[in-house]
């Protein structure tokens, strides 16, 4: 006997063998279900018509909790699963005795077309006047309905997860909105199911069945939660259907890392369609079985919903948001983005949590100097910290090698390459799939094929569906010089589809996947089919019926073209990101207009979502995002860009990149106003947006540390502002190149460009840009340490500033930052701290994220220079500092954001908390390492060694102090030659 019962229960006018005998023997046959579950049925005598049972169902309830007392009491956990009335039977049996208080058995219900507020038949049956009480128990919104469901509410709102409905798509008696009172449950639908057939499968792959024992697996996890405190959330991530072949050596990895417990992270790595969320899915179903094996919690997260393209750009918000308050954050929406990360990670490392992050690669940027790293620093953060230390295990599946996180070297992080299928198992995957063929044949299929997951589920299922299984038709396959490892043996079977699939409306269907990145909306697709039709895409829609549609939807799903339905939203379509990119290459190469006219279309659609003309949150943002790619994508560009420049950026505010911070999210959606990345936009803008176009991506790659796509793009908006005598875009592109060589460690070249930008500047008549560009040059005097010069350039800029804007005292923003850089090299630090305290207000009243956090860094260091009777006020200097992050991490100027973090473990090191000033000191060297940001490097060596030499680490200290002085020869940072000289004497004095 099994530790847990299902046990099934009939409705009205039936019998436990009418409704639930083949339901009974697939469960009983699943391998599974029954290792984990005994099965049984209540049975009862019920009419339509005459009256079995005067009392109603509440006498029913009562023999209910008989059988349950009399048969079922050794079992730890009973779960019944009720069709049309056995589940309001099911209802009033949990009410009348109270059976979720403690120490009861029955932990939950799935309920098949359960008429919560009554069905058709029954108010039929009234109208002629039926003697049955049962029936007359089930009369739409009956005083007995109404009071069960007023009770049912009150009592049951938060053990929703026990708790599963489900109606049928063609259901005439119990509609769906009659098949749940729970709002705060989302309803299944089954497809082409009525209220009889729906409690019936055809066979295992019947959506019926199938939910049944997801709900039935998931609720073996619960009851393990409700003995031993584990809680589970694997719901968010993607379903994968059909049986698990191989793989043996890679789950007996990931079965050593969990239990050796020296590793935090693995990575799970392949291209797609190779098989890594089967993988993943495979492993945690088989330690479900046992109780997680040790785990405390076990949650799951899918990114692959907000598209699966690599490149797209997607926001961690939603993660962190629903994330955090399930691991118990008190406020989820607090602080900065890293700050959440870092708050997650906290959680997470208190118990021993498994974490799976799968399809991380829309949060990595595509193929370029960047390629692979976090876009998000939230989840930079939290992979960080759990990278550090981590008492479970985080897994991660990615196309792409999380450089983040890279193997240090002791195992705490570990790297899966997940091969294609060995010959055995994909030959028995192919005959899973109904191939038939003898061993050598399957065996050499998979040779041909390439082991390629995705390619074998559908050559499989189309010899089975178009040529009966015959393997022999393998040979009609057509060859592709699609490299194989990216998917080309997947895209050669899709070819064989498509010719298949000629004029009818599935194959318009699945090109239309190929308009998306991510799964496609039943209102985004319904855009598409509206007047006027698209030739050769929508043209086949026009006639369909509704059922027709669901029809030629079903039939792709069957041939693993589209993924399997959304039991919460069955409007949503989806597919593999291979049967996405191929079918969007093929629409784009090979009908044109019809990719336009759609793309058209979608950015109609999206470009009047918002409610707001101007959005204020990037989440109200998004659909102004699409529309602008979606109009790239149809030669729109001059609309596209004013929706971008008008409704996202709100003009020269520039809303999104500088009160949002959204770099990311700008840089994906600029790349599509360029020919070639990132110095030729294209043709189809203005003048004037050509220009914001080059700005903008300089600006914005030199913020994400991109040093030398920033000057490529800065470099041709310079060579198309001399061209145009547009002498003001040319003098901020100037001062940007100047402050990325200067970054670089290239001082020399800093300065030319600064004295260019001043050039420039001049013929422009500009104010801001005379000042910008004479603080630019003087900052890079500053390092060269040039500091007579320096100053003199800053007073200048300043005076202009006064009489450009009298009411402003001081240099402010970046630019009074600098000045006060210089006034603490000079030690004026009681002048530095009155000018950040000043220059902080117009900040904050601007609301500039950036220049407040710049501004707060300024005060944390003048709090620690300047000297009184008490010594350094330490205290406050920390609160500012940690301001200063938060706020740089906000703004995501890593450039910026590695400054701080030295300045702060100075802070820490004088504090001796030697523990974070390693830690911050660490991020700082990946920030400056990563970002080719040499004179940070050479900060970040001399903070080192002091560091190093106060923990009486002196070999560490001797090393830090050459490469540091190496750095400082080369680059002519002679800012630092001082300092260097004195720890050198520190060195030599100990």
Known sequence: MKNRLAVFIHGLGSTHEKTWAKMLRLCSEDKILSSEYDFDYFEYHTSKWADFCREGIPKLALMLDSKVN????????????????????????????????????????????????????????????????????????????????????????????????????????????????????????????????????????????????????????????????????????????????????????????????????????????????????????????????????????????????????????????????????????????????????????????????????????????????????????????????????????????????????????????????????????????????????????VINFGGHALALSLLGRYLAIVHNGNISMREIIPALTKEEKLGGHARRVMESYEKWLIGTPELDIIRMMGLFDRPATGDAIESLKKPPEIVGLTDTQRKLSWAQWKYAVSRLRELGLLGAEDGYHSDILDCHPLVREHFQEKLKNENPNAWIAANSKLY?????????????????????????????????????????????????????????????????????????????????????????????????????????????????????????????????????????????????????????????????????????SRTALADALHRNDQINMASTLFLEAELLQQKWQPKFKYLYSLRGFLFCDLLLKQEKYTEALARAETTINIAIERNDPLSIALDNLTLGRANIYRQSDAGPDFKLAKEYFDKAVDGLRMADRQDHIARSLIFRAAWFRKSKDYNNARNDLDEAFEISKSGDMQLHLVDFYLESAHLHLVMDEHEEANKNIALAEDLINKTGYDLKRDELEALKGKRGSI
């Open 70 to 445: 009399a048969d079922w009491q050794s079992y730890e956990s009973i779960f019944f699963v009720a069709h049309s009335m056995g589940g309001i039977v099911a209802k009033q049996y949990i009410l009348d005795l109270d059976t979720f208080s403690k120490g009861s058995n029955v932990k939950g219900i799935f309920f098949f077309a359960t008429p919560s507020n009554g069905s058709t038949l029954a108010s039929i049956a009234d109208f002629f006047n039926i003697s049955s009480s049962h029936t007359k128990d089930l009369i739409k919104n009956s005083s007995y309905l109404t009071e069960m469901n007023k009770r049912w509410e009150s009592r049951h709102k938060y053990t929703s997860d026990a708790f599963q409905y489900a109606y049928g798509e063609i259901d005439s008696i119990v509609t769906q909105a009659s098949s749940h009172r729970d709002y705060y449950i989302t309803p299944i639908v089954i497809p082409k199911k009525n209220h009889g057939t729906i409690s019936v499968p055809d066979n295992k792959s019947d959506i019926s069945y199938k939910q049944l024992k997801s709900y039935l697996l998931e609720q073996t996890k619960a009851s393990i939660k409700q003995d031993s405190s584990l809680r589970v959330s694997t719901s968010r991530l993607p379903t994968t259907e059909g049986e698990f072949f191989g793989r043996e050596a890679e789950l007996g990895l990931m079965e050593q890392v969990w239990n050796d417990r020296e590793t935090n992270i693995i990575s799970v790595v392949a291209f797609g369609g190779v098989g890594k969320t089967a993988l993943v899915k495979h492993w945690l179903n088989h330690i479900s079985i046992n109780g997680y094996t040790g785990a405390s919690k076990v949650y799951g997260w899918s990114f692959y919903s907000q598209g699966a393209e690599e490149g797209t750009q997607v926001s961690a918000e939603e993660f962190f948001a629903h994330t955090l308050k399930w691991f118990g954050d008190p406020d989820p929406s607090a602080g900065s983005p890293w700050d959440k990360g870092v708050r997650l990670a906290e959680l997470i490392q208190k118990e021993r949590t498994l974490l799976i992050l799968d399809g991380m690669e829309p949060l990595q940027y595509p193929p370029g100097p960047m390629f692979g790293k976090l876009k998000d620093q939230g989840v930079k953060a939290l992979t960080r910290e759990l990278r550090r230390s981590n008492p479970g295990l985080c897994v991660i599946t990615t196309r792409v090698h999380l450089v983040d996180i890279a193997d240090t070297g002791n195992q705490t992080v570990r790297s899966l390459d997940l091969e294609n299928l060995t010959e055995d198992a994909g030959a028995q995957f192919l005959h899973h799939l109904g191939v038939k063929g003898t061993k050598g044949e399957l065996k050499q299929t």
């Open 604 to 772: 109609e659609y999206y470009r009047d979502i918002p409610n707001k003309t101007l959005p204020d949150t990037l989440v109200e943002m998004e659909p102004l995002f699409l529309a602008v790619s979606h109009g790239c994508k149809a030669n729109k560009y001059q609309e596209a860009m004013a929706v971008y420049w008008e409704r996202i950026q709100r003009k020269s505010e520039y809303y999104s990149l500088k009160v949002l911070g959204a770099l990311g999210a700008n840089l994906a959606t600029l790349a599509d106003f360029f020919d070639t990345q990132w110095d030729k936009p294209v043709d189809n803008i203005s003048v004037f947006f050509k220009l914001e176009v080059l700005g903008s991506a300089g600006y914005i790659l030199r913020a994400l540390g991109q040093k030398q796509e920033a000057i490529q793009a800065l470099r041709g908006g310079l060579i198309h502002s001399i061209r145009f005598q547009d002498w003001n875009e040319a003098a901020t592109n100037a001062e940007n190149i100047s402050e990325l060589h200067l970054s670089s460690g290239d001082i020399l070249t800093a300065i030319k460009y600064g004295k260019e930008a001043i050039e420039y500047a001049d013929k422009s008549r500009e104010d801001l840009r005379s000042i910008a």
